[in-house]
């Protein structure tokens, strides 16, 4: 079967590091999304991986490493306005999305 | 850029009743469009995939009879949920991708539908 794992929820101080990991086992691969949600809204795209490695942009960064089924998104300088769910999605053969169930992130002063 | 909105942002509807929600692709033509639900504190479940002129492609478990969608042009999808109930309450979501862009996908803003 198609799974995709994320931690629940992680909590963070506003201004450190946090990294949320994403694990996953799909019927093919075209690339690994994550996407930003705040409560009641749709999700925003955050970044794309197709290729092992990590992709920088801004204060995000995108980590993947298609051999270990793995990837991590890392938040730096962490604001209030970070506190969102984070939703890591595979693109499997058919160029279908497969969702994970999305991590809560929540910021503390 | 590539915005998609959605019609109404939230509907309140009494149970039995019929309730068509818009999605629109307002700059780009979306050749494909995706319907999600979203139950509280839950992920995103792919409902059905509609291509522009084309039958859309239930996924399992969905009823196609109940959740109609229609995608009649590249830049307008609609989903009516017929005879709703209450546990049809959810955020509906679309998304729409171009022929060009399969990686990835623009979300409309969603619609919150409640049925009492």
């Known amino acids: 079967g198609q799974n995709i794992d994320q931690p629940t929820e992680m909590t963070a101080t506003e201004g450190a590091i946090v990294q949320i990991n994403c694990t996953y086992q799909?019927?093919?691969?075209?690339?690994l999304f994550w996407y930003q949600q705040h409560a009641g809204e749709a999700p925003t795209f955050l970044s794309y991986n197709v290729l092992d490695g990590l992709e920088e942009k801004g204060r995000f960064s995108s980590f993947l490493s298609r051999s270990k089924g793995y990837s991590y998104l890392l938040l730096k300088e962490l604001q209030m306005k970070d506190s969102a769910s984070y939703l890591c999605a595979v693109a499997d053969s058919n160029y279908q999305l497969i969702w994970g169930a999305g991590t809560k992130l929540i910021i503390k002063p | 850029g590539a915005v998609v909105s959605q019609h109404p942002s939230w509907v309140i509807c009494k149970s039995g009743t019929s309730v068509k929600i818009e999605c629109r692709s307002l700059d780009f033509q979306a050749t494909t469009m995706f319907w999600y639900r979203q139950f509280p504190k839950q992920s995103l479940m792919l409902m059905a995939t509609s291509n522009e002129g084309s039958k859309a492609t239930y996924e399992q478990g969905v009823e196609k009879d109940k959740f109609l969608i229609n995608h009649a042009s590249l830049t307008l999808s609609t989903l009516t949920v017929t005879s709703a109930h209450p546990e049809d309450s959810s955020f509906y979501i679309c998304?729409?991708?171009?022929?060009?862009?399969?990686?990835?996908?623009?979300f409309g803003p969603g619609t919150r539908l409640t049925v009492t």
């Open positions: 799909t019927s093919g691969f075209n690339g």
């Open positions: 998304s729409a991708r171009t022929l060009a862009g399969i990686y990835e996908q623009y």
